[in-house]
């Protein structure tokens, strides 16, 4: 099993307030995907980054894979109520299967 | 477009009875298919994945089983539930950019 670790586990912010979610792991992945869960339901795939150094940006959100492809960072910038909910890391390879983090669990208070 | 169906919703078992969750998947062919399990709030642990009919690997040993007797249809089994075995179950199935999941399985084993 390769583990991910996600920093925090829990955050609680203010609406309009900017935030960083941190996926850490000491193996390398060939590529790293985002996911949303909101209670009850099953995970949403937010973007799937593939090259190391790589950023890409859905709206108000900033993803980044790390050069060396071992970690990768979740920025929110301007955080609204529809923001909240579990965020989840997920590490592949050449396999079938994604390996996924702790999770980050987002409280957006308005 | 392809859809994934998971019931029941939400399930409570005694322990020692069996379960059986199903999954089907619709709008793909020979999908590679997964059962995860969720603790509250935190990542998922991948319980057991098929490429094809009658194949079945499993991630981790446990209670359960699996089975996919029907190219889009995996189901997930026990004879004797435990009380460890309450959790959030989540079918999901690959597609060459991620996961599509289910809408879960609550299950609480009394």
């Known amino acids: 099993t390769q583990l991910l670790e996600q920093s925090p586990q829990f955050l609680s912010i203010q609406e309009g307030e900017n935030l960083t979610v941190y996926c850490n792991s000491s193996?390398?992945?060939?590529?790293l995907q985002w996911y949303r869960q909101e209670p009850g339901e099953g995970p949403v795939l937010l973007v799937t980054v593939v090259t190391g150094g790589e950023v890409k940006k859905l709206k108000r959100l900033t993803f980044q894979f790390g050069d060396a492809r071992k970690d990768s960072s979740l920025h929110i910038t301007a955080a609204q109520p529809g923001d909240t909910g579990l965020y989840l890391c997920?590490?592949?390879?050449?396999?079938?299967?994604?390996?996924f983090g702790t999770g980050t669990s987002l409280t957006v208070i308005p | 477009s392809q859809t994934i169906h998971q019931w029941p919703a939400t399930l409570v078992q005694p322990v020692g009875s069996p379960l059986s969750l199903e999954c089907t998947v619709e709008g793909t062919s020979n999908p590679n298919l997964y059962w995860y399990r969720q603790a509250a709030g935190r990542g998922l642990q991948l319980l057991f994945y098929?490429?094809?009919?009658?194949?079945i690997s499993s991630e981790v040993p446990q209670n359960l089983s699996a089975s996919r007797p029907q190219d889009r249809q995996f189901i997930l089994s026990s004879k004797k539930l435990l009380l460890s075995d309450s959790g959030f179950y989540l079918c999901?199935?690959?597609?060459?950019?991620?996961?599509?999941f289910g809408s879960g399985t609550r299950l609480t084993v009394v």
């Open positions: 193996s390398v992945f060939s590529s």
């Open positions: 999901a199935w690959m597609s060459g950019i991620g996961y599509t």
């Open positions: 997920a590490g592949g390879n050449t396999g079938n299967q994604f390996y």
């Open positions: 098929s490429v094809g009919i009658g194949q």
